[in-house]
């Protein structure tokens, strides 16, 4: 896609817990009430399978009746899913907002996917091999998630140097194209064709830790052990997506290896170094305007930032 056949672009980036889904909501509706429509894209690797709704804190229907929403529901929980795969149905789905008139606001604390379509991270020329990505997934299953780390670590240091070690998927990843092609850097970024916006979310880490408790308690009081029971009667609990934080705490409850109080517990300590890996990541992004929402939705300086940004690519 070129500049002209894309729509302006506003990233919502920030940690876990840091209010991004609000924000995002917040601010289509607010450039709504000043005639400028906007969709939203969810930038979240855990967001894309059907089902897994609760322990992802995916948006409701109501929410997205309010707003038009994209890369949510996109496969069942045992497919495999890319970044590759998201850029094209990001792309996708750039191309029919920008034919609507619309702004796009890009949210979601999975930062490859954000880079991926705000930076033009050129994914498809990354190698993949179906037997090598078997051999890969095999060895996770048989030997864990260490035995892969070292692996890359030893093949590619300097991916792995790049790569979240906690999260199997990216590992895997990772350690099929080491493999396939060694340690050699990612592709250059192509750019994503005109101006973007980057705004994110920052939180004081206690109030972070209080809201990330509080959310692990109620998404189980919601039903997430009962979202759990009947994902696991219909797929393969070994698939990658149900490592994920939350579905496995609420399948160690169902197989009895955890109390409920202790799956919490468990939910809220994975989730808070989550946030702190996410926020490392995003420190490597040069362009991010920072808002601090601590104390309110810091919607106000959210709108302003997007008016201005939107009044200067009129000028383009």
Not at 22 to 44: Q, T
Not at 84 to 89: C, I, N, S, V, Y
Not at 173 to 199: N, T
Not at 237 to 256: D, H, Q, T, W
Request: net charge negative; aromatic share 6%.
């Amino acid at each position: 896609m070129t500049g002209a056949l894309l729509p302006p672009l506003v990233v919502v980036a920030g940690a876990t817990a840091t209010g991004k889904t609000a924000l995002s909501l917040a601010l289509a509706e607010a450039l709504a009430g000043r005639g400028i429509p906007a969709e939203i894209i969810s930038a979240d690797s855990r967001q894309v399978y059907r089902g897994m709704d609760i322990g992802t804190a995916k948006v409701t229907p109501e929410e997205r009746a309010r707003v038009p929403h994209h890369g949510l529901d996109l496969v069942d929980p045992d497919r495999q899913f890319s970044a590759a795969d998201f850029a094209a149905h990001a792309s996708a789905a750039l191309a029919g907002i920008a034919d609507r008139g619309a702004v796009a606001i890009l949210v979601g604390g999975t930062g490859f996917y954000l880079r991926t379509v705000a930076c033009g991270l050129a994914v498809d020329e990354l190698p993949w091999d179906a037997e090598v990505r078997a051999g890969v997934e095999a060895a996770l299953a048989s030997g864990g998630l260490p035995a892969l780390v070292e692996e890359l670590q030893s093949l590619a240091p300097t991916r792995a140097a790049v790569v979240d070690l906690h999260n199997p998927r990216r590992v895997v990843r990772a350690l099929e194209i080491a493999r396939l092609q060694g340690d050699v850097p990612l592709p250059q970024p192509r750019g994503y064709g005109r101006a973007v916006l980057w705004v994110g979310l920052s939180v004081e880490l206690p109030v972070l830790r209080d809201r990330i408790r509080s959310r692990a308690r109620a998404q189980f009081e919601a039903g997430l052990i009962d979202e759990t029971r009947a994902l696991v009667a219909c797929f393969d609990a070994s698939m990658p997506s149900f490592s994920g934080i939350g579905y496995a705490e609420a399948r160690a409850v169902l197989e009895g290896r955890l109390a409920y109080d202790d799956a919490i517990a468990e939910d809220a300590r994975r989730n808070l170094l989550f946030a702190r890996r996410q926020a490392t990541w995003f420190r490597r992004e040069p362009d991010v305007h920072w808002l601090d929402s601590t104390l309110e939705l810091p919607l106000a300086e959210a709108s302003s930032r997007a008016l201005g940004y939107l009044a200067s690519l009129s000028q383009e």
